[in-house]
């Protein structure tokens, strides 16, 4: 996404002005991490708090980094971002192998660019706090976006990256899940009857599936890990009931049990820099959670003030994951 074409969007925090507010604490700049599993809705909602707290947003998806295959690895769209300015996003070379020391180094310039003009970051796909959906619901709506993904063009943006010569999927965007499931499938063309294709192709899309809930499911196991660690204050917000609804009763879900206990925490965060650590709903293991850190994490959030807000879903991959399971 070009930052050249980007216009401030308007708070719609009528009463609220950040300017000025996003103070330091202890020396320290203030930074919101938005964090959840692919189809959870961080995205969503680290655009819905840009827009009313001016805030620019860091996207920390180690697929999403790379350009092209924007179906494949769902990028949000730029009629998605609705001007909120988007970071390292779809702007490294798929045949690069993006590391974690690329992502700090960058990220961390990234987040001083935003700062010095006195606006807050939002890091989205990372960690420290996350929203949660019951699992059976996260599989079936995984289920659904990767039929809406065929839809829109999944396969033939597929069929335009695949390279026959090419079998090594370990690096690069070559990695993103959609990309090696469909490999047989494209190499069968011309070798097997349409039978035989539609079956390669219904397979391939199965996997892509399977993998995806497979992922959800280790991303859920390693923030837990990550939460019992860290010892990090969790304020659960159960978001099930937004992925069960549909039309205007989803929306509605969303904005009383996402949004606006988010916008509240963030303000606090933004106008104190003290968030009360006890919970503000006790639910069941099956919610999102929005976690909250008082020194900052380790690395490359230890020089922040850091609030972490996520969404929980099935298909995650962030370099903050990697990076605090495996320290560099």
Known sequence: MSISTWKP?????????????????????????????TGTG????????????????????????????????????????????HHLLGIIDPEVDFTVHDFV????????????????????????????????VLHSYVSKRVDQMVDSGLVEEGKAFFDPRVRDYDYGIRRAIGVPEMDEFFRSEGLVDGETRAKLLKAAINEIKTNT?????????????????????????????????RGGDAEDAWERLVLEPSTNIVA?????????????????????????TKLGIRRFLVSFRVLALSIWNDHYASFMIHMFMNPV
Request: aromatic letters at 4%; one cysteine or more.
């Open 9 to 37: 969007a308007q708070s719609s925090l009528t009463n609220f002005s950040v300017r000025g507010m996003i103070n330091k604490h202890q020396g320290k700049d203030k930074v919101v991490v938005v964090l959840g599993a």
């Open 213 to 245: 809930c497979k992922l959800a499911c280790r991303q859920v196991e390693k923030i837990l890990k990550m939460r019992e660690e860290f010892g990090w204050h969790i304020h659960r917000l159960n978001a099930t009931e937004v992925f069960l609804r």
């Open 268 to 292: 606090r965060f933004i106008c104190k820099g003290n968030i009360d650590p006890k919970p503000t709903i006790t639910t069941p293991s099956n919610a999102i959670s929005i976690a909250t």
């Open 42 to 85: 961080k995205s969503r909602l680290a655009i819905d708090l840009a827009t009313r707290f001016g805030a620019e947003v860091i996207n920390s998806d180690k697929i999403q980094v790379y350009k092209g295959l924007d179906i494949v690895t769902n990028k949000v769209s730029n009629e998605e971002c609705r001007g909120v300015p």
């Open 105 to 136: 180094h960058h990220a961390l310039l990234v987040v001083d660019a935003i700062v010095q003009k006195n606006r807050l970051p939002i890091i989205a796909g990372v960690l420290l706090s996350w929203m949660d959906v019951a699992i059976p």
